[in-house]
C-alpha cells in the first residue's frame, strides 16, 4: 500500500469548536497521499436534545445506556446534525468527502448490552466488521466520516461509544496510525514531593509530566503504578489490542492549533502507544 491509511476520532472542544474544526478540515485538507477516515461522537449534543424532548440519558460505569427513544436522538443527532455539519465543511475546503455511518455497508453490526435491571438497551458491543465499503469510498479519493451508531443486523440501531468505533475501525483496515484528538493532552505522569516537616504540612505537587511513549509492556507498569486510571484504562488497553491485530501506531493528544496534526503525527505533541 502506497498511501498511509490514518482514522481519526475527534471529541470534545475539536469537534464542537467551529474555530478549532476549521483548523483540522484545512489541516488534512493539505495532507498529501492519505486515507483518511474520520470517526466522530456527539454525545454533549445527544444528551440536550433528548432533555429537549423530555427524554432522560442514563449512564452505567459512563457508558450511555441508550434507550428505544433516546436511540431516535442519537440518529437524527450523531448520523444526522454532526455528521453532515463535519462532512460539509470538509467537502467546502475541496476535500471529497462521504458522511456516513457506522450501519452503512454493514460496516459494524453488533449486539445491544443490558442495562443493570437486566432490559436490553440499544447500546452495543461490535460482534463483525465488513470493511468493504469503507475501502470502496477511500479507494475512490473520499474522506470518509463516520458517525458511531451501528446495526444489529435485524435493522434496529444501535450506539457505540467514538472511541470504540474507532478502534474497531482502525483495527478492521489495519491502520498505519490511529489518532484520538480531545481535550486532553494525552497520558499524563503526575509527581509530588512529600515535606518532611515536623509540623506535618502537606507536600507539593509538581506540574503533571506528558509522557510522550508507551510500549504495550510500559502501559500495563503505568496502570500498576496508578499513572493511568478510570477511562482511560480501557482505551489504552483496547490500544494495545489494535497494536496487536496490525494497527501501526496509536496516538492519545489534543487538537488546538493550524497543523498540529503533522506535530502530532511526527511525534511531537501527544502520547503515541507503539510495539
Known sequence: MNSHTIVIKIGGRTLSSQGVLE???ADIAALEDHRIVLVHGGGAEVTAYAGRLGITSEFADGVRMTGEEEMEVVDMVLAGLVNKRVARRFQAAGVPSAGICASDGGML???PL???DGNPSRTGRVASRNPTFLEHLLAGGYLAVVASTFTDGDGGGL???ADDAALEIATMLSADALLFLSDVPGILRRRGTEDASSEG???????????RRLTPTEVEAEIGTGTITGGMIPKVRSSVAALHAGVGIVIIGTYTEDASLKHILAGNSGTRIEQ
Not at 201 to 211: F, N, V, Y
Request: glycine share 8%; proline share 13%; net charge negative.
Open 201 to 211: 504540612e502537606p507536600g507539593t505537587e509538581d506540574a503533571p509530566e506528558l509522557i
Open 159 to 161: 450506539n457505540l461509544n
Open 109 to 111: 453490526t453488533g449486539t
Open 23 to 25: 483548523h483540522l478540515v
Open 114 to 116: 443490558l442495562h443493570p
